[in-house]
């Protein structure tokens, strides 16, 4: 089964918002309430930002929130820092074949 | 706190076996809450799920690996290990494991701890 499908890269300034998106299909993001979302600063582990689709973790800005239509997830980060800068994943479970399934990631600049 | 520690060769010649484990402490490997798992990034690429294991040994496979990998589970010592056989250059990757949610109907859910990952080099 093939990767979730986000975009390559996304910018904007600080204080804007983004939004960044995350395509599955009917038997992955579109079965199942549990898309998560995972931030990764260079030479980090990646850290959850959202799990089952839009629950933010503890210790979580609420800057950071997620959302889902149909097959696609996405992921909005409003009042952009500098320090959002980083590559976001989002992940969703696929069932009893594939399991997991990781999108390519997206490079995030805040300009 | 929950700490994940992976342990293991940084370099392994090519067609032999990569063998990496995970130390968990600050917390007990036999919960019915989570899953154990391991997720590889070669470098510069994105995160790719191996694999995952529930404290009984039940074992869940990508199954684009499947056929090279093993993972497994050592309650009383609180670790989990993995191993790939025959590997190449591609099997190259910082290699992180990590605690999954476990969710009802045996569902696999968000990956809240991961250790600090190990670099894995396939080189002769």
């Known amino acids: 089964q093939s990767a979730l499908t986000q975009p390559a890269s996304v910018s904007g300034s600080p204080g804007q918002s983004i939004t960044i998106s995350c395509t599955g299909t009917?038997?992955?993001?579109?079965?199942?309430?549990?898309v998560s979302w995972y931030q990764q600063h260079p030479g980090k582990a990646p850290k959850l930002m959202i799990y089952?689709?839009?629950k933010r973790p503890s210790g979580i800005s609420d800057r950071f929130s997620g959302s889902k239509s149909a097959n696609t997830a996405s992921l909005t980060i409003s009042g952009l820092q500098t320090e959002d800068e980083a590559d976001y994943y989002c992940?969703?479970?696929?069932?009893?074949?594939?399991?997991?399934?990781f999108g390519g990631g997206t490079k995030l600049t805040v300009l | 706190q929950l700490q994940l520690q992976e342990s293991g060769p940084g370099l392994v010649k090519p067609s032999e076996t990569l063998s990496l484990t995970c130390t968990v402490s600050?917390?007990?490997?036999?919960?019915?809450?989570?899953?154990w798992g391991w997720i590889r990034q070669p470098p510069g690429k994105g995160l790719e799920w191996i694999a995952t294991?529930?404290?009984?040994?039940?074992?869940y496979y990508n199954p684009s690996l499947e056929s090279r990998v093993t993972i497994s589970v050592r309650t009383s010592r609180n670790l989990f290990s993995l191993r790939v056989n025959s590997v190449t250059a591609a099997d190259t990757a910082m290699y992180y494991c990590?605690?999954?949610?476990?969710?009802?109907?045996?569902?696999?859910?968000?990956?809240?701890?991961w250790g600090q990952g190990m670099l894995v080099t396939v080189s002769s």
């Open positions: 990590a605690r999954l949610n476990r969710m009802p109907g045996n569902r696999v859910g968000a990956t809240e701890y």
């Open positions: 009917s038997s992955d993001v579109g079965k199942y309430n549990l």
């Open positions: 294991i529930y404290y009984t040994g039940n074992t």
């Open positions: 992940c969703s479970y696929a069932g009893s074949n594939t399991y997991v399934l």
């Open positions: 089952e689709d839009n």
């Open positions: 600050g917390g007990s490997i036999d919960s019915h809450m989570y899953y």
